[in-house]
């Protein structure tokens, strides 16, 4: 008997219109966990390098998380994966919600997809019956729109539906999967879900989860709530206000964006408005967000309250996540109001929240530059938010130049030439970022820029407090309950941080304690990702719920497999080499690993090499960034070296440096 | 008739506080797994929320009594702006419906406020529903005292009220006859 999997995949050839039920094996979960570790795995497995993203060799697996479905709060997310249209590296962006946990009382761990439909369809999967069906009558309709069609359609209200819009449809790269209140947005998956033909799939599941030790498990869970309540009760002092709570974060719930509408720039990542928040914009911000949320949401089984059911009056009602709630706004320089009413049109379009309004703000910016032309833009209005609507149609039509900033900025500006390159310019490996400008280099975000995989600060961050603290005394109050440390070491490293002098950035943390610091971050949302568990419990945050004390302990009760905190490390370490593997194999480059070359004013050179130098190092990695024979070894995936051998990519490590022998006397 | 004290149990639902997790249903359905906790499936739970996200509507019911069968209800209540089914407030496990019932055998499914040796301080929806939507009530109610059947008078007074009691009469002064014959 399986715990918390269910022990089978659902494999859908849309070429030839198949379905298997395939019985997954129970060493793979042992070696990869689940989630986005068996996902990468079977990427490895069956995507080689000279697959592109819309090949249909190409697969797209909607992975659950190992323990979605278990009562473990919070867990609901599922991992998809996938070659990404815009940076050709492996996509893996996860989506809280509801469908994970709809798919496994279905019967099912992962749907992988492969191959192509010559027409549009819709996977409608409920229990044991799972259907291949036109879904002609959708076309070109809005992501919200086709879930609630679907689901009178099929007359089923409880059914869960992933599904894209227009933008999906016309493969923008960074086209999103949406599914009710959450998103897979990052990486352009949503594009080759179009270029699949699949419009969404339909998930209904009436079927028992099981856990291998029930009152552990229960205990487990009661636990997580406590901390929750506790939490709530006792924010967290001296940090911003979305990190002082759990959630993913609380974006609809919290007010005050003092901090990100200040910190963040505005337009084209440029400008920064330090005392934009004012009282009047604080009490029409207000008022904006008291006449549109209806209702605080949640994902699955989860009492935060991340999402809220927006409905700007004369449009209708959807429902919104996280940090879309700025990011129109900031890029178009407008208020609140605006961001809101046109984060409807892009949910039905289904973009990505970071990357749209970047391609947009980025094409005005080239419009003021004259490198874009009134030719490229006819009858564009004249107002910014005008624009910005404008400007989103275009895009997800594909219309004009649309087709061009549908690539994202970094591929539009080689396309659109005339020196657009510069204005592409907060990209990291094509990706558009954050937009983040700062002053002084951070070492540990330098090392989780440069190398995360997922190309998205919030993927990456968490645990380890942003800044020093600027009074010891607060720092050891901090450290005081922070029992989510895996080592002691890291209280030490924080008790002794400075704003300034000897002990600040960018000498302090040392190089070496960036490693340890950057390495913790990355696992925990490594370990997420393949349990399904919401980063907004668990990896982002500072002192969160779910740690790496007790993780090992919700997989042993629930998944009955032996697990601890070495063993737990081990495996994620495993698949996170793996996906290293798989991009180095497609080309991924140390030059490619670095963060936007404005990011900070105050660089150092010097430094930035050693930082990246000796965390490959750490990571097991040569000085290129490719796993070395002898991690991948202990990691037991000597399969990796042999192909890396074939394809010349694995440095061999010589017991004397060649230089010394070279001396030819 | 006498009247005595009984202490009610109870939920009280504030639609306006739930946020749509579910995980009412979650634990629900865990605890009455057999083993307790062994495993979840919201089809199987005795609280659902009825839920349509985009018109905002969110009511957690818990499972009531079984009807044999569908009633009249079909009306329309416009609340604050929004239109529920008359049937998202019903606690009836009916056959107009899928809810309340076990999803392979299809018998009814009815809450029993979370009953376990030892006595749970509050049902377990409530417990996990950290939004406050579900509260547990208990109050004491008069009631008129009703004393406790036998077996053998439900039965009797089944039989009476499909015979009548004269019949009955008849028959139970025919068999003590020939008996004593």
């Keep these: 008997m399986r715990y918390a999997e ?11 219109g198949s379905i298997e039920r395939v019985v997954t094996d129970p060493i793979d979960t042992e070696l ?17 390098p000279e697959v592109e993203a819309f090949s249909p060799e190409n697969l797209l697996i909607f992975g659950t998380g190992i323990l979605c479905g278990t009562p473990a709060p919070g867990c609901n997310r599922t991992i998809v994966s996938t070659i990404s249209p815009q940076t050709k590296l492996m996509a893996f962006s996860m989506m809280g919600g509801f469908w994970a946990p709809e798919l496994k009382y279905a019967g099912y761990d992962k749907v992988i997809l492969r191959g192509k439909s010559p027409e549009l369809v819709y996977l409608w999967i409920n229990n044991d019956k799972v259907e291949i069906r036109d879904a002609s009558h959708l076309k070109g ?18 059914a869960q539906v992933a599904a894209i819009g227009l933008a999906g449809e016309n493969r923008v790269f960074y086209a999103s999967i949406e599914q009710g209140r959450s998103s897979s947005s990052r990486g352009g998956i949503g594009a080759v879900m179009g270029d699949k033909g699949v419009k969404a799939i339909v998930v209904r599941g009436t079927q028992d989860i099981n856990v291998s030790n029930p009152v552990k498990y229960f205990d487990l869970c009661n636990e997580v709530l406590e901390f929750i309540k506790f939490r709530e009760k006792n924010p967290i002092p001296g940090v911003i206000p979305i990190l002082a709570v759990l959630g993913s974060p609380q974006e609809m719930a919290i007010h005050d964006e003092k901090w990100h509408t200040e910190n963040f720039m505005w337009g084209n990542a440029r ?32 009492p935060m309250k991340c999402g809220a059911t927006i409905t700007p009056p004369g449009q209708p009602t959807y429902m919104m996540k996280c940090f879309s709630k700025l990011t129109y706004t900031m890029a178009a320089m407008s208020n609140l109001e605006f961001g809101l009413r046109i984060a409807q049109v892009a949910t039905e379009y289904g973009v990505d929240g970071y990357s749209a309004p970047q391609a947009m703000a980025f094409a005005l910016e080239l419009y003021e530059n004259n490198i874009l032309t009134d030719k490229d833009l006819p009858d564009m209005p004249s107002d910014n938010e005008g624009r910005f609507y404008y400007l989103l149609d275009k895009i997800v039509k594909r219309d004009g130049i649309g087709d061009a900033l549908a690539n994202g900025t970094y591929w539009a500006a080689k396309e659109i030439d005339k020196g657009a390159e510069e204005y592409a310019h907060n990209n990291i ?15 540990i975000y330098f090392l989780m820029y440069s190398t995360g995989a997922k190309m998205n600060i919030t993927q990456i961050e968490g ?17 005081k309950d922070w029992f ?19 002990k600040s950035i960018p000498y302090y943390p040392t190089v070496e304690m960036c490693c340890d610091i950057v390495d913790w971050q990355e696992k925990m949302h490594y370990i997420d990702d393949a349990l399904g568990m919401c980063a907004g419990l668990s990896s982002f945050h500072h002192k969160p719920p779910y740690h790496i004390h007790n993780l090992p302990k919700f997989i042993s009760y629930g998944a009955g497999m032996e697990m601890d905190e070495d063993k737990i490390s081990f495996a994620a370490k495993r698949y996170r080499t793996l996906i290293r593997a798989f991009n180095m194999r497609r080309g991924l480059k140390r030059k490619d690993e670095k963060p936007p070359a404005d990011h900070w004013k105050k660089r150092f050179p010097e430094l930035e090499k050693e930082l990246l130098d000796s965390y490959y190092k750490y990571k097991g990695w040569d000085n290129e960034g490719v796993p070395t024979k002898e991690s991948l070894h202990e990691l037991g995936l000597d399969y990796v070296i042999e192909d890396l051998q074939q394809r010349n990519l694995l440095s061999e490590i010589e017991e004397t440096p060649a230089k010394e022998t070279s001396a030819n006397i | 008739m006498k009247s005595e004290k009984k202490t009610i149990k109870s939920i009280r639902i504030d639609v306006d506080k739930c946020n749509g997790c579910r995980a009412c249903e979650v634990i629900c359905s865990a605890f009455h797994a057999a083993p307790k906790y062994s495993s979840n499936n919201p089809a199987r739970s005795r609280i659902r ?32 702006g929004k239109e529920y089914d008359e049937c998202a407030f019903c606690r009836a496990s009916c056959p107009s419906r899928d809810l309340f019932k076990e999803p392979d055998s299809g018998l009814p499914l009815k809450c029993d406020m979370c009953a376990s040796d030892p006595t749970l301080e509050k049902p377990l929806c409530v417990q996990w529903c950290l939004n406050e939507a579900l509260i547990f009530e208990e109050r004491e109610e008069e009631v008129e005292e009703e004393e406790s059947q036998s077996e053998l008078e439900i039965g009797l007074e089944s039989l009476a009220h499909k015979y009548g009691l004269n019949e009955m009469k008849e028959i139970i002064a025919k068999m003590s006859a020939s008996k004593k014959g």
């Excluded at chain 1, 990869?32 to 080689?48: E, Q």
């Excluded at chain 1, 408005?273 to 949320?293: A, H, N, P, Q, Y």
């Design chain 1, 484 to 502: 989510q440390v895996p080592d002691e070491k890291f209280k030490q490293y924080f008790l002794d941080w400075e704003p300034r002098g000897e």
């Design chain 1, 271 to 302: 400008l920064r408005r330090k005392g934009f928040w004012t009282e009047d914009v604080s009490d029409e911000w207000k008022k904006t967000m008291d006449t549109m949320r209806t209702r605080l949401i949640s994902c699955y089984n989860c």
């Design chain 1, 32 to 48: 990869y966990l689940g989630g986005l570790g068996t996902n990468a795995k079977i990427l490895w497995d069956r995507v080689p």
């Design chain 1, 141 to 158: 309709k809005g992501s919200v729109e086709t879930a609630e069609l679907l689901r009178q359609e099929l007359n089923e209200p409880k």
């Design chain 1, 429 to 443: 490996k094509k990706h558009e970022q954050l937009p983040l400008k700062l002053s002084m280099l951070n070492p």
């Design chain 1, 6 to 16: 269910t022990g089978f995949n659902l494999e859908i050839d849309l070429t030839r």
């Design chain 1, 463 to 479: 645990q380890f407090p942003q800044a020093p603290f600027p009074e010891l005394k607060d720092r050891e109050e901090f450290v």
């Design chain 2, 49 to 80: 929320v009825i839920h349509d996200a985009l018109a905002d509507i969110y009511v957690p019911v818990y499972a009531g009594e079984y009807a044999v069968a569908e009633c009249a209800g079909r009306d329309k209540y416009t609340i604050d």
